[in-house]
């Protein structure tokens, strides 16, 4: 079954940090674009970063610098390592599938939550 | 960055209605540009690639056409489960922006 699982959310004060993973079954993470994308609570949605499968990474401006994007091929997992956490990275956090030659996201996972709050 | 902006915002509508959302883009994203639908408490579900490639499994009811700037998704025959959020996004440049979202609710 193709299916993305991610864990890791939770509470964590500001200027802390988290690392949320991103559990692939079904295929793998060296083959693929894997997205993390995140939704504030009532809000929309914001693309946050992508690993390509030539490795190659991609941020956002505003957590670039704090977060860092990274994958373990033989776990089949990528990794979203956030730093310096502020109160506006409260999210629910997503990583997605994007096989490539679409350019868009498939399969998603279910979210994690990540409150920043003191 | 590219801005994507959706109007409107959110509108009513009743089952069998069609319905058209608007997508634009603050600069030429060719046909780089996907639609996404959201239940609430749900992940996104891709719905159409390529500005017009509908997913498989997505009902032919939904339909999207545009390129460069200004695009459109449609619903034919609105449908009880389509009633959910709608957002654009372009995957033409880093960062992948998305639109604001189009919340479609029952009249």
Redesign the interface.
Do not use: K
């Given at each position: 079954e193709v299916q993305l699982v991610e864990s890791g959310g939770g509470l964590v004060q500001p200027g802390g940090s988290l690392t949320l993973s991103c559990s692939v079954s079904g295929f793998s993470v060296g083959t693929n674009y894997i997205?993390w994308?995140r939704q504030a609570p009532g809000k929309?949605?914001?693309?946050v970063s992508?690993i390509y499968s030539g490795g190659s990474t991609?941020?956002?401006?505003s957590v670039k610098g704090r977060f860092n994007i990274s994958r373990d091929i033989p776990r089949n997992t990528v990794y979203l390592q956030m730093n310096s956490l502020r109160p506006e990275d409260t999210a629910v956090y997503?990583c997605?599938r994007d096989p490539g030659f679409?350019?868009?996201?498939?399969i998603?996972?279910?979210?994690t939550m990540v409150t920043v709050s003191s | 960055?590219i801005q994507m902006t959706q109007s409107p915002s959110s509108l009513s509508a009743s089952v069998g209605d069609r319905v058209t959302i608007s997508c634009r883009a603050s600069q030429n994203v060719g046909s780089?540009l996907?639609w996404?639908q959201?239940q609430p408490g749900k992940?996104?579900?891709?719905l159409i690639?390529?500005a017009s490639n509908l997913?498989s499994g997505v009902p032919s009811r939904f339909s999207g056409s545009g390129s460069g700037t200004d695009f459109t998704l449609t619903i034919t025959s609105l449908q009880p489960e389509d009633f959910a959020?709608y957002?654009c996004?372009q995957?033409f440049r880093?960062?992948?922006?998305?639109?604001?979202?189009t919340k479609v609710d029952i009249k």
């Open positions: 997205h994308v929309g949605l914001e693309w992508v991609y941020y956002t401006h997503y997605a679409l350019e868009a996201c498939d998603w996972g279910q979210g | 960055d780089y996907t996404y959201q992940a996104p579900r891709l690639s390529a997913q959020t957002y996004q995957s880093n960062p992948f922006t998305f639109g604001p979202g």
